[in-house]
């Protein structure tokens, strides 16, 4: 099973309507949890960060975590144009002593049609 | 502030060569670590750097190493090139102390290596 699973891919959205994305990850002792942005041709970029169960908003992006099903999702809401990238999950794994280990799921690819 | 400078930002090496990839992460920041990207395996872990010692490994073979300066800038080094290695190299940084906090990892802008 891989650690960080990210499915239902690519994804596309008309420009106003709500995306969805969603993670799954293996490790129940995973702590903290991530999601970044890459645009085509460009390094990931941080856009949410969070690591208790529940929802956490930052304008038109709510992370959504709940630890019990093991799963993480980000909603973007009033998608636009300017959305359209891959979305990388990415989870801060126990492992040895490596604390600072961050490891990805394969990314959604999110189109938004204006 | 600086973000992570990574170099050079293009390479077209032969099979069989070797290279050396460098990356010097935001001031303050004693974590490096380096990821390999590829189309179809996405975002694979190569190992991390903490204050010159390699805190972790992932599943590359011993082609692949890689090293920690006082300064906390880091290089890695693929030595015998084969045609997989062809990838994006990115290398992040991060404060390095326990777990990662609210801003993760910064990414540099990366090197594309191609291996002809």
């Known amino acids: 099973q891989k650690e960080v699973e990210q499915n239902s891919g690519p994804l596309s959205v008309p420009e106003g309507a709500i995306a969805s994305l969603n993670c799954t990850y293996s490790?129940?002792?995973?702590?903290?949890f991530f999601w970044y942005r890459q645009y085509s041709g460009k390094s990931p970029e941080l856009i949410m960060f969070i690591y208790s169960n529940g929802d956490k908003e930052d304008g038109r992006f709510t992370a959504q975590l709940n630890k019990a099903s093991q799963y993480v999702s980000l909603l973007i809401r009033d998608s636009q144009p300017s959305d359209s990238a891959t979305y990388l999950c990415a989870v801060n794994i126990r492992g040895g002593g490596a604390n600072s280990k961050l490891t990805f799921g394969k990314g959604i690819t999110l189109s938004v049609r204006p | 502030k600086a973000g992570v400078t990574q170099t050079p930002r293009y390479l077209i090496k032969t099979r069989g060569q070797q290279v050396t990839l460098s990356c010097s992460p935001i001031s303050g920041h004693r974590s490096v670590s380096w990821y390999q990207q590829t189309p179809g395996q996405g975002l694979q872990f190569l190992f991390e750097?903490?204050?010159?010692?390699?805190?972790n490994k992932g599943n590359f073979p011993g082609r692949f190493s890689g090293r920690q300066f006082s300064n906390s800038r880091s290089e890695m080094n693929v030595s015998t090139l084969e045609l997989g290695d062809s990838a994006l190299y990115l290398c992040?940084?991060?404060?390095?102390?326990?777990?990662?906090?609210?801003?993760?990892?910064?990414f540099g802008s990366g090197t594309r290596l191609t291996v002809v």
């Open positions: 490790d129940r002792g995973s702590q903290s």
């Open positions: 750097y903490f204050s010159e010692t390699q805190r």
């Open positions: 992040a940084s991060s404060l390095g102390q326990g777990l990662l906090g609210r801003n993760g990892y910064t």
